[in-house]
């Protein structure tokens, strides 16, 4: 009888993890494989995970953390450096979604990851995506309390949160493929017409590069 999973795996385990799957891909390895992979013993490996799907919801869930994080902070500092808040947003959603972007599309795998990625893991992805949500409209809030933005009437901040980051993902998702190279500019267009959308009608667009 096998042992339930003791908690999740640690930072190294998560990581060894990661670069697993970029190596081998989704369907090929087995829980053997990954924990040779890894250099730890398969009961080690089980004493985490269930199974291979398992596995791999933790890393994204563990990412996901990751670059939410690191995106808020990537947005913050734009701020205090001068920058508008189109930038701003740019920085935020490129370090939360670009990123990403660009470390799958190191791996041969890429197409068969994000595709398990959706098929496997779509409660983790939409309770990331939430949690993002709340964080980028807190963040929104704060900035039309302090006079940094002005929303057009009927316009929530956790609606203009919903659709900067649906954007960004479309553009992520866009067929055909962009350049990971092109998304921060692709990020600027697209964002630049959300908030021509969403602003009240008499805040300077100048500081939006809009």
């Given at each position: 009888?096998?042992?339930?999973?003791?908690?999740?795996?640690?930072?190294?385990l998560?990581?060894s993890?990661?670069?697993?799957?970029?190596?081998?891909?989704y369907?090929?390895?087995?829980?053997?494989?990954?924990?040779?992979?890894?250099?730890?013993?398969?009961?080690?490996?089980?004493?985490?995970?269930?199974?291979?799907?398992?596995?791999?919801?933790?890393?994204?869930?563990?990412?996901?953390?990751?670059?939410?994080?690191?995106?808020?902070?990537?947005?913050?500092?734009?701020?205090?450096a001068?920058?508008?808040?189109?930038?701003?947003?740019?920085?935020?959603?490129?370090?939360?979604?670009?990123?990403?972007?660009?470390?799958?599309?190191?791996s041969?795998?890429?197409?068969?990851?994000?595709?398990?990625?959706f098929?496997?893991?779509?409660?983790?992805?939409?309770?990331?995506?939430?949690?993002?949500q709340?964080?980028?409209?807190?963040?929104?809030?704060?900035?039309?309390?302090?006079g940094?933005?002005?929303?057009?009437?009927?316009?929530?901040?956790?609606?203009?949160?919903?659709?900067?980051?649906?954007?960004?993902?479309?553009v992520?998702?866009?067929?055909?493929?962009?350049?990971?190279?092109?998304l921060?500019?692709?990020?600027?267009?697209m964002f630049?017409?959300?908030l021509?959308?969403?602003?009240?009608?008499?805040?300077?667009?100048?500081?939006?590069?809009?």
């Open positions: 009888m096998r042992i339930p999973p003791q908690g999740p795996p640690g930072d190294h998560l990581h993890l990661r670069q697993a799957f970029f190596d081998f891909g369907e090929t390895p087995t829980m053997v494989d990954l924990a040779k992979a890894c250099g730890v013993t398969r009961r080690t490996l089980y004493n985490h995970c269930v199974n291979k799907t398992d596995a791999f919801r933790a890393i994204l869930r563990w990412r996901h953390g990751i670059e939410i994080a690191a995106g808020m902070d990537a947005g913050r500092h734009a701020l205090a001068g920058c508008s808040v189109l930038d701003a947003a740019v920085a935020i959603m490129d370090t939360r979604y670009g990123e990403a972007r660009r470390d799958l599309g190191q041969a795998h890429a197409v068969e990851i994000n595709y398990a990625a098929r496997y893991c779509r409660e983790v992805m939409i309770a990331s995506a939430v949690d993002f709340t964080r980028l409209a807190d963040w929104l809030a704060e900035l039309a309390a302090d940094q933005l002005r929303l057009r009437e009927g316009v929530t901040a956790l609606e203009l949160a919903q659709l900067l980051a649906d954007g960004a993902r479309g992520n998702q866009s067929l055909p493929p962009l350049p990971a190279a092109g921060p500019a692709r990020y600027r267009r630049a017409a959300i021509h959308g969403c602003l009240a009608p008499e805040e300077n667009q100048s500081r939006f590069g809009g």
